[in-house]
């Protein structure tokens, strides 16, 4: 505690001769104007000294704190309706897509959980050969441990990968290119760019740069990120996916009978997936159960970027965290044998976009999986269509109030479900993204959505992760609808 110093200054004597007027006037205590010759020395060498010790020794005096007694604590209330729309759509996106065939509009959102929030996202027109329509390129990142990892990607995956296109030889005289070439092309870029992660962390960690400069490079190899990317071509109407991780594409096309279909254009890499742990048991012929509880060695996900720790072998990863902080080595129950075991290498599909009928891509994180399934989004965009969406007046779509009982969480276990029923859908957003993420949150259901999105870091991971969309449609999609 900062304490003051006690002036003890022989004042009394001072005030002996009282006269009584001319006063100094400070707070309650009187200072005479009028006094002796001595007392007069006395009384202004003191003034002296207490003002030279507030000018000296106190330059920056801090504020003084008034009480407010009989006020009580004033805990604010959930998000009202109008909060929670702004909340929502606080990181919301549109663009019209112009002089591009077979492209009208994208829309995108995002929403955190965490603080800061792990998940970034990208999107624009790329080049690959410098000829023809340029593609539009929309990606997400689903980072994990840190947001080093998506942060990083943000910046460079989409630059990567248009320059490992710009490798391989650009289509002429109206030839397309193989789609194994293509596929080579992307899958490398991810490749290349992760091991330029891992290895930046490498060096850096012999290098004789400062340690702050050692500590930025290891950060996002100590973290971790999903990647999901799509590139639109217009020449060949032709969409490629790639995937690393569970972040998911679903493309929504309508059939000739009106209905919509649910086609995924990328599946989750996780411990569960039966074709991904295959692969680890094939590359790592020599342990068992690599894969268990739908996890890899305690991984969610069985590709991503960074995550050195899955990586690196564990006498390194032990050396790396001990000298820069990062996490420590995995588990001695792992039994690690032969490193590595995650991979950013992802899987890539093509999907030609018929230009008989309307059809849009929904790709989002897995905070938007986790509630929804490919054809419940599906479902909902679709609606979103049949309302008229997008319209400058949205207040004629909106779905009518429905009333629901009080509620808290604890609800949940006597039946209410925390995922998305068809009960609480609503139509009250101008952007797709938002409409699909509102209702993966509580719909028209007001209480549920404003208590989710009163939680805080770090409680509100316990109700919803972040979340991240965006949805693109395809030839003149939204104009059919509105017919």
């Not at 690599?290 to 072998?313: H, I, M």
């Not at 929904?362 to 997008?390: F, Y």
Request: glycine share 8%; charged share 20%.
């Amino acid at each position: 505690m900062l304490r003051t110093p006690r002036l003890r200054i022989p004042l009394g004597r001072a005030f002996q001769a009282q006269a009584p007027h001319r006063r100094f006037t400070k707070g309650a205590q009187s200072i005479p104007a009028s006094i002796g010759a001595a007392g007069y020395a006395a009384t202004a060498s003191a003034i002296a000294v207490i003002a030279a010790w507030w000018s000296i020794g106190t330059p920056d005096l801090p504020p003084l704190l008034e009480s407010r007694p009989g006020q009580h604590l004033v805990v604010e209330s959930d998000p009202s309706k109008a909060e929670v729309t702004r909340i929502l759509s606080q990181e919301a996106y549109s663009f019209n897509v112009r002089h591009t065939a077979g492209i009208e509009r994208y829309d995108g959102a995002r929403l955190a959980s965490n603080s800061p929030c792990e998940d970034r996202f990208t999107h624009g027109l790329v080049s690959p050969w410098h000829n023809g329509s340029p593609w539009v390129a929309l990606a997400l990142f689903d980072g994990h441990a840190g947001w080093q990892t998506a942060d990083f990607l943000e910046k460079k995956l989409i630059p990567s990968v248009r320059h490992g296109l710009s490798q391989i030889k650009p289509p002429s005289g109206g030839e397309i290119t193989p789609e194994r070439t293509l596929h080579g092309a992307i899958m490398k870029a991810f490749v290349d760019l992760d091991n330029s992660i891992i290895k930046t962390a490498e060096d850096a960690a012999e290098s004789d740069q400062p340690l702050q400069e050692k500590v930025r490079r290891f950060a996002p190899a100590f973290a971790g990120s999903c990647a999901l990317l799509s590139l639109y071509d217009p020449m060949t109407s032709r969409l490629h996916v790639a995937c690393t991780g569970d972040s998911r594409a679903v493309l929504g096309r309508q059939s000739p009978d009106g209905k919509w279909e649910a086609i995924p254009l990328s599946t989750d890499q996780t411990g569960s997936n039966v074709a991904e742990v295959a692969r680890l048991n094939t590359e790592h012929p020599s342990e068992e159960g690599l894969a268990q509880d739908g996890r890899v060695l305690g991984l969610a996900v069985s590709r991503a970027f960074g995550d050195g720790r899955w990586k690196w072998p564990s006498e390194a990863t032990k050396g790396f965290s001990r000298r820069f902080c990062g996490p420590g080595a995995l588990p001695p129950k792992y039994n690690i044998q032969t490193p590595p075991y995650i991979t950013a290498e992802p899987v890539v599909t093509t999907t030609t976009i018929k230009s008989g009928g309307p059809s849009f891509l929904i790709l989002a994180t897995d905070g938007l999986w986790n509630r929804l399934s490919n054809q419940q989004a599906v479902d909902l965009v679709a609606a979103w269509l049949d309302s008229g969406s997008p319209r400058e007046d949205m207040e004629s779509s909106k779905s009518e109030p429905t009333s629901y009982a009080p509620f808290d969480f604890g609800d949940f276990r006597k039946g209410v479900s925390p995922d998305f029923v068809d009960e609480r859908t609503t139509i009250q957003d101008d952007n797709a993204a938002v409409h699909l993420m509102r209702n993966s949150l509580g719909g028209n259901h007001s209480e549920l959505i404003a208590g989710r999105l009163a939680l805080t870091p770090p409680y509100s991971r316990n109700r919803r992760d972040d979340i991240t969309i965006q949805v693109v449609f395809f030839n003149n999609t939204i104009a059919q609808a509105n017919k």
